[in-house]
C-alpha cells in the first residue's frame, strides 16, 4: 500500500502526528484510523461480491481492475485468440509513416530510388520533380467553395 513512501517520509510523519496529537492520544487515533480503513476495506470487497453475484454464474472470474481500459487492452493483447500478435508483428508502423510521407512530400521511397531506372543525376531530376509535385497538387486540389466559407 505504502510502497513509494520512504523511511524519510515515515520518520516525519510520526513527529507530525505526535506533535498534533500528542503521545497520549496516538494510540487511540491509530486505532481509530486502522478501524476506518478495515470497515471501508470491507464494505468495498462486500459491494464487489454483491455486484459479481448479481451479474451471474458466467462473471466469476471477473475483476473490476479490467474496466481500466489500458488493463484491458493489455489483457486483450496477452491472450491472442484473435491472432493479434500475427498482425502487430507483421506490420511495421514507421517504415508505413515513412512511406506516406515520402509520397506525400512527392519524393520517392528507399526501395524504388535502389533500382537504377529511377535514379537520375544532376539538377534536371530536381526540376522533374518539381515538375511532377505542381502538376499533382493542380489535380488534386478540391475544387474552391465559395459558399462554405
Known sequence: MFNDIGALEVVTLVVLAVLVFGPEKLPKVIQDVTRTIRKIREFSDSAKQ???????????????????????IRKQLDNDELGLKEIRNGFDLKKEMAELTDAVHGRESESSSASPSSSSSGSGGSVDMTKKREKLELEERPPYDLDAT
Open 50 to 72: 454483491d455486484i459479481r453475484n448479481e451479474l451471474g454464474p458466467e462473471f466469476k472470474d471477473f475483476e473490476f481492475e479490467d474496466l481500466n481500459p489500458k488493463t484491458f
